[in-house]
């Protein structure tokens, strides 16, 4: 039975780890072939390994996707292992949790070029290949944080927030020549990266106890759930969704 992106090149920014390795899990299993991007060398060769163990395809490229060589290379590795990329996951970005005063301009830099840059340079450098080969789809991930605003995470309430816009923008430019773009949009999520999030908000002084949680969103979102939302709207099963921002919160921004 054909998977819903069989055979389908598709690539995974921040694929090595978190949600973004159980994107690259969850993908192959659906019959694609993938390309993990990440600067975790050592995590993305032994995820690339492990799919292709199962039966997969899958390999990895190296890449800063703040870095438009970096990402060109990662594409271009893409491009010929699996032919155009017509499905991409842009994943890769990070947080900063410091109070606003506190925050620098080295900080605003380096998390606007980790969260917004990385996903121009990619979509730029993608897109070619999958118009010419006829269309495809991205998903780029944002968060709750782009219309719901936490203390001490200005500067990164502030990129999803770009994100947020950015995914919609692409989608209708390029509506019209067969690309879609949405934007998934977690909660709180238990991968590593989301506990340090939760631990360093607790030590500003932000409730973020396991009661606050329950209220907000009843429990932490797992990294297998985001990978299914974002499968969704790469798959064809969301054939007339664009443009649009799902949000994978169990309510969160909804009370």
């Known amino acids: 039975m054909a998977g819903r992106l069989n055979g389908r090149s598709t690539l995974v920014s921040g694929g090595a780890d978190g949600c973004g390795a159980a994107a690259v899990r969850l993908f192959a299993a659906e019959g694609a072939r993938v390309t993990i991007v990440d600067r975790q060398r050592d995590k993305g060769e032994a995820l690339a ?14 890449a800063d996707v703040s870095r438009r060589a970096a990402v060109e290379a990662a594409v271009a590795a893409a491009t010929a292992a699996f032919g155009p990329v017509t499905a991409l996951f842009n994943h890769a970005g990070s947080i900063v949790v410091k109070p606003f005063l506190e925050t620098t301009d080295e900080d605003y830099d380096w998390l606007m070029d980790v969260n917004v840059r990385s996903m121009f340079l990619m979509t730029r450098a993608v897109l070619p290949g999958m118009i010419a080969a006829g269309g495809g789809a991205i998903v780029c991930t944002s968060s709750i944080s782009a219309v719901a605003a936490t203390p001490a995470e200005v500067l990164y309430d502030t990129t999803k927030g770009a994100v947020h816009m950015f995914a919609r923008a ?13 934007a998934v949009c977690p909660g709180f999520i238990d991968t590593a990266h989301g506990r340090r999030e939760v631990q360093a908000l607790g ?22 759930e985001v990978a ?7 798959s064809d099963e969301a054939s007339f969704i664009n ?3 799902l949000f ?8």
Do not use: K
């Open 248 to 255: 994978v919160d169990n309510a969160f921004t909804a009370i």
């Open 203 to 224: 030590g500003f002084g932000v409730d973020v106890s396991e009661a606050a949680m329950a209220a907000q969103q009843g429990r932490m979102c797992r990294p297998d």
């Open 49 to 62: 390994a492990e799919i292709r163990a199962s039966g997969g395809e899958a390999i990895f490229a190296e």
């Open 243 to 245: 443009g649009t921002h």
């Open 228 to 234: 299914s939302a974002a499968l969704f709207l790469l």
């Open 170 to 182: 692409i989608g209708v430019e390029f509506r019209d020549r067969g690309v879609r773009c949405n």
